[in-house]
């Protein structure tokens, strides 16, 4: 898929998500939230739901939450421009309370179908609902700083996932604010991972069709890894 047909698929996605009325949450909304960023971006993030602010505006993170979120991609010299941003819930739900099983379950196609355009190296989720998605069965206070593999049926098919709290909740957790500086300093490193085994499963799969005349020995492809970073980690560039 080419930039432009990439950028053609979200947009439409988008579209898409602004007129969607799968669930309750589309009778009470201002502006559906379909999510943004640069369509060629390596680093899906991954909210919970629009707030108040994302609802008037129709783009996420853009209250105090995404302020914090700011913060922290700027610790690794990143801007919310180099990611792309969505959620799981595309529209805010009343009062700002949890997503409920069914909305969560009527927008899930549109953020598989987002992952799967995007064909992310990493995936972050931010918070609870977010990490359950990608990371069912475990608790946020024990995952955040971590990482596993997607499963393909997210749309995130060769992606790892590294959690995280969410921006809002460490608003009002000192510690977990403390903890998501922590964290958001591996993510370089955790995208460097991820595109040395993506670039290894490649060459595998390139191998794997490719008949080897008897007098030719396989070969293999070099791990990007052993060759010297250009840049430090701290500050790596999404491509």
């Known amino acids: 898929m080419t930039p432009a047909e990439r950028r053609a698929a979200l947009e439409a996605i988008a579209v898409e998500v602004r007129e969607c009325t799968r669930c309750r949450l589309s009778e009470t909304r201002t502006n559906a939230v379909p999510g943004e960023g640069d369509p ?3 680093v899906l993030l991954v909210g919970e739901g629009p707030g108040m602010n994302e609802d008037r505006d129709g783009r996420p993170f853009i209250g105090r939450a995404g302020g914090l979120l700011e913060r922290l991609l700027g610790r690794i010299g990143w801007q919310r421009e180099d990611v792309f941003i969505t959620n799981v819930v595309k529209c805010r739900p009343p009062d700002n309370r949890d997503p409920e099983p069914d909305e969560m379950a009527a927008c899930a196609p549109y953020l598989q179908r ?9 995936v972050v989720t931010l918070g609870r609902f977010s990490m359950a998605t990608f990371m069912p069965g475990v608790r946020i206070s024990q995952a955040h700083g971590t990482t596993r593999s997607a499963d393909p049926a997210t749309g995130a098919r060769d992606a790892t996932v590294f959690a995280m709290y969410h921006p809002a909740y460490a608003l009002r957790n000192p510690a977990a604010e403390r903890d998501s500086f922590e964290d958001v300093a591996r993510i370089p490193g955790v995208l460097l991972e991820s595109r040395t ?5 490649r060459a595998t799969a390139l191998a794997a069709r490719r008949p080897v005349p008897a007098h030719e020995p396989p070969t293999t492809s070099p791990s990007i890894m052993s060759q010297a970073p250009a840049e430090d980690t701290d500050q790596l560039t999404i491509f």
């Open 40 to 42: 060629n971006t390596e």
């Open 114 to 122: 987002q992952a799967a355009i995007l064909d992310p190296s990493v």
């Open 197 to 201: 085994r993506r670039e290894a499963n």
